[in-house]
């Protein structure tokens, strides 16, 4: 069983920074592509970054230059640093892996969401 575990979600003030952090556990042989979407009520899904275990990433146009996406391979974690946080970034975030477990499943795996809230 592979599970992921966010935490770093709250109140903040526009402006403000946050760092978000997802650790992955269980029966894992690889991780490949991590990333974080978010998810406001009444719209669909949202990437917001992504990277790779080679460490290349991709962002939302709406983020970039104010959030970076980073993760440390040896210990199964990913982060999002937020910066200059505005208003329109309230959602709730879920971290996403696409890994490999020890039984050689490929599986996609989705963890239970953080909400981040921005004061205006």
Same mark, same amino acid.
């Given at each position: 069983?592979?599970?992921?575990?966010?935490?770093?979600?709250?109140?903040? #003030? &526009?402006? %403000?920074?946050?760092?978000?952090?997802?650790?992955?556990? %269980?029966?894992?042989?690889?991780?490949? &592509?991590? %990333?974080?979407?978010?998810? !406001?009520?009444? =719209?669909?899904?949202?990437?917001?970054?992504?990277? @790779?275990?080679?460490?290349? /990433? *991709? $962002? &939302?146009?709406?983020? =970039? %230059?104010?959030? @970076?996406?980073?993760?440390?391979? &040896? =210990?199964? @974690?990913?982060?999002? #640093?937020?910066? *200059?946080? =505005?208003?329109?970034? /309230?959602?709730?975030?879920?971290? *996403?892996?696409?890994? @490999? /477990?020890?039984? $050689?499943?490929?599986?996609?795996?989705?963890?239970?969401? !953080?909400?981040?809230?921005?004061?205006?």
């Amino acid at each position: 069983q592979v599970q992921l575990v966010e935490s770093g979600g709250g109140l903040v #003030q &526009a402006g %403000g920074s946050l760092r978000l952090s997802c650790a992955a556990s %269980g029966s894992i042989s690889s991780i490949n &592509a991590m %990333g974080w979407y978010r998810q !406001t009520p009444g =719209k669909q899904r949202e990437l917001v970054a992504s990277i @790779t275990s080679g460490g290349s /990433t *991709n $962002y &939302a146009l709406s983020v =970039k %230059g104010r959030f @970076t996406i980073s993760r440390d391979n &040896a =210990k199964n @974690t990913v982060y999002l #640093q937020m910066n *200059n946080l =505005k208003p329109e970034d /309230t959602a709730v975030y879920y971290c *996403n892996a696409d890994l @490999t /477990t020890t039984g $050689y499943r490929y599986l996609e795996v989705w963890g239970q969401g !953080t909400l981040v809230t921005v004061s205006s």
